[in-house]
């Protein structure tokens, strides 16, 4: 390896002659308390950063073996490093002056929840950190003296102030890896005790505005009614009360405004990890959980909607059903079919984002649409054997109709705010009107019968395979023995969607997935599909999925990056978002 004196050599030599000469500097140098690596070099002063990582040996880091000895805490370890390499590099960004993104030294600003990011990662050997690192120019030479201030001072004091483990941010970790902790031990929880979610008592669940996700400052805090509420013990926090939803059907009623949506928001996102101070630390869900909701114009392909549409008007099969511009109601039984196909084990649904023929369907209207008409059978008619048969459980709100009461195992009403358990309340009410409740009813005669796992073929298309032999400079076979093709091209835009060579994704309606980084990792998952040819009709759709996970999970962030420097910006969804891409591709 080259020492940081090469590095400064080179440096020295190429100062003032054209910006491309900065290309030279690739490579990996050992800087004694840690090594530098220079991955990728921007092409001109304005193109996108140059992508730089250190690597700090664990023995100079010097946390303790046990801040990541478990997967849970080592992504809370290595979020915390992120995070405060994050403000280090905010305060040491632009230091240096001159065109384009001179000076730039950043790296992932997380939002609220916890992800593993290739921003950082943490293994036995060390702590790498992947960062931004905009290569200063004057106009469009290579300013070495400004790079040399940057690569010498700003970033390893960044470093030093952030990562190592005697300078605050030891007291850092451990904290957020206690509280991972904990998290983990709700997660453990769910499991033994058969809990959908469970929401402590103290949590904040309303966030500030719409668009925002800090905490609502002043909002009522979550209080569980006494007959749904359990107490846990946590390792780090001891005992903590609050509610336990249930496996099975619950639903949650109220009026208008009385934050039933949020309490379902709160639910969905539970899937994932919350840092301290979000308010939502311990709301903490089944982390197969998938919000279904109607996605009217989305794409499906080969989906088999039957158990909920049948005789469709054109005769379309519905066992495989297929369309460019699914209605509100195909869509979300698509949605729903697909999620169970992915092993999801709770369905979220909120009927404000349903749609209402997919959900019920009342007797009057039966008297003037025949069934024989009708070709939907409404959730409510599901629902129950979704969940007695194929132990899917459902969180429904529903502020609307009382048609879900005699399915519903667990009430809960929102009354300004405050959770209150009206399940006794709902069943004297069904007695009333001679009904039965779920608890004795059953699900009678209904029947889910699973669909079977798709073997979709989905092809590279043009936009990938127009590349094919325009791939300069590297040498045949370096890509694991593939033909010499170029990755496709992706474009990435925000949350909203991406697209891969010529196929895009639209995942506007996609609620589960939290940031950016994510849906730039799903690109790059559906490259991979596509690249290695996973979807070719000879594999279930889940196994798909896996074999993209696995190798994530075997060769790091590597796996999704043919260059060997994956750089900053990428943080892991869930299998159950990269199979609704798959799924919703065009
Ligand atoms: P619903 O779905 O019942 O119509 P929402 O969940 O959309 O109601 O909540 C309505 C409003 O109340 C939202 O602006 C939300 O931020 C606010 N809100 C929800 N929960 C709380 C709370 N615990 N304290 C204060 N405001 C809240
Ligand atoms: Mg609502």
């Avoid at 359990?230 to 009385?258: E, F, K, Q």
């Avoid at 796992?453 to 990938?464: E, F, Y």
């Avoid at 991979?528 to 190798?551: H, K, S, Y």
Wanted: charged share 25%; net charge negative; with cysteine.
């Amino acid at each position: 390896m080259q020492t940081s004196h090469d590095l400064e050599r080179k440096l020295a030599s190429i100062d003032r002659r054209g910006y491309p000469a900065y290309k030279s500097l690739r490579g990996r140098y050992d800087f004694r308390d840690f090594v530098l690596s220079i991955d990728h070099v921007q092409g001109d002063p304005f193109a996108a950063p140059s992508r730089v990582s250190l690597m700090i040996p664990a023995e100079v880091a010097g946390f303790p073996s046990e801040l990541s000895d478990a997967p849970h805490r080592c992504v809370a370890l290595e979020d915390t490093l992120c995070r405060r390499f994050a403000a280090e590099a905010a305060r040491a960004s632009f230091k240096v002056g001159g065109s384009g993104k001179s000076g730039l030294i950043a790296t992932s600003g997380p939002g609220p929840e916890v992800l593993a990011r290739s921003a950082c990662e943490v293994s036995p050997a060390g702590i790498t950190m992947r960062l931004e690192v905009g290569f200063p120019a004057h106009g469009r030479t290579v300013d070495a003296r400004a790079l040399d201030t940057m690569l010498f001072e700003l970033v390893p004091a960044c470093a030093e102030r952030s990562l190592l483990a005697d300078t605050g941010a030891l007291a850092a970790a451990r904290a957020a890896v206690e509280l991972a902790d904990d998290q983990h031990a709700v997660r453990c929880a769910l499991e033994r005790l058969g809990l959908v979610a469970f929401v402590a008592d103290g949590s904040i669940l309303p966030r500030a505005t719409g668009a925002s996700s800090q905490p609502l400052a002043g909002a009522l805090p979550f209080q569980a009614p006494e007959s749904l509420s359990i107490t846990l013990d946590l390792p780090h926090r001891g005992s903590v009360r609050g509610l336990a939803i249930r496996r099975g059907i619950t639903l949650i009623v109220g009026g208008g405004y009385h934050g039933k949506s949020t309490l379902l928001q709160a639910l969905q996102e539970g899937v994932y990890n919350h840092v301290a101070g979000d308010g939502r630390e311990l709301a903490i869900t089944d982390s197969s959980a998938f919000k279904l909701r109607a996605e009217d114009g989305r794409p499906v392909h080969a989906t088999n909607i039957a158990p909920f549409i049948t005789n469709l008007p054109d005769g379309r099969d519905t066992r495989a059903f297929t369309t460019a511009d699914a209605s509100g109601s195909t869509s979300q039984a698509a949605s729903l079919v697909e999620a169970v196909e992915m092993s999801s084990r709770v369905l979220l649904i909120d009927e404000d984002t349903s749609a209402t023929n997919f959900m019920v369907r009342d007797a009057l209207m039966e008297e003037v649409v025949a069934a024989e008409q009708e070709p939907i059978t409404p959730f409510v008619e599901r629902v129950r054997a979704l969940w007695e048969q194929a132990g899917v459980s459902s969180v429904i709100v529903v502020g609307s109709s009382g048609a879900f009461f005699p399915v519903a195992d667990t009430v809960v009403q929102m009354d300004c705010y405050r959770a209150i358990d009206v399940t006794q309340r709902v069943d004297a009410v069904l007695a009333a009107h001679g009904m039965a409740s779920a608890a004795t009813a059953g699900a009678e005669g209904a029947v889910w019968e699973p669909p079977r796992p798709r073997r979709l073929a989905l092809d590279l298309g043009r936009g990938a395979s127009s590349q094919r032999g325009r791939s300069r400079g590297r040498s045949r076979g370096a890509s694991r023995g593939h033909d010499d093709r170029r990755p496709a091209k992706l474009k990435v835009q925000g949350l909203d969607g991406f697209s891969v060579g010529e196929h895009t994704v639209d995942l506007r309606q996609v609620e589960q997935l939290v940031e950016g980084e994510q849906t730039a990792a799903l690109a790059r998952m559906v490259r991979l599909v596509l690249e290695r040819g996973l979807l070719d009709g000879t594999r279930p759709l889940p196994q798909v999925v896996e074999m993209v996970f696995r190798a994530v999970e075997e060769r790091g962030w590597q796996a999704l990056d043919e260059t060997g420097a994956p750089g900053c910006g990428l943080a892991l969804p869930r299998p159950l978002e990269l199979a609704v891409c798959l799924n919703r591709w065009r």
